[in-house]
């Protein structure tokens, strides 16, 4: 089963704890020797949900948008996406360098590609922009993979 990951990036305080509560919830529903995280590393959700299957023994696969994506992420993700990286079962590239809003989206839509089902932590709100996390369900949607959304209630970002 390889499951796909998207999510909004700078939670904080009570509502990432919530979040990674139900990261780990949705895991162990899922738990199984052929469990596969499909995740572009991004801070929080990506990576969170990354290490949560790796720690339950499933593998990960790493979708990279961008070339200078690494670069774009805060400094202090680093040494946790280089942690992850390493241990990637397999590695795909979009091909593009800039790490921008088109490229974002296609590697979403690459993760979406790979998987069986999407967890969206996702508020419900439009995106923020080009490639944010409800372009990514409505993509998801449209080519008939499952989305299961994971948000805690009365949360806001």
Do not use: K, N
């Not at 139900?22 to 801070?43: H, K, N, Q, W």
């Not at 299957?53 to 670069?71: F, I, K, N, T, W």
């Not at 992420?73 to 040494?79: A, C, F, I, K, V």
């Amino acid at each position: 089963m390889r499951i796909g990951i998207t999510g909004h990036r700078g939670l904080t305080g009570d509502v990432e704890q919530q979040v990674r509560g139900l990261l780990d919830a949705a895991v162990r529903a899922y738990d199984g020797p052929d469990l596969t995280a499909v995740s572009m590393l991004a801070d929080g959700p990506d990576s969170w949900f990354a290490q949560l299957v790796l720690e339950r023994g499933g593998s990960l696969e790493v979708v990279v948008p961008a070339e200078e994506y690494r670069d774009g992420l805060p400094s202090d993700h680093h040494p946790l996406y280089d942690r992850l990286f390493d241990r990637a079962a397999e590695v795909h590239r979009t091909g593009m360098i800039a790490s921008d809003t088109a490229a974002h989206m296609a590697g979403s839509e690459a993760v979406v590609g790979l998987a069986d089902v999407v967890l969206a932590v996702w508020d419900g709100l439009p995106a923020r922009g080009h490639g944010g996390t409800a372009d990514v369900v409505a993509y998801a949607r449209r080519c008939g993979v499952p989305v299961h959304v994971l948000w805690p209630e009365g949360a806001a970002r």
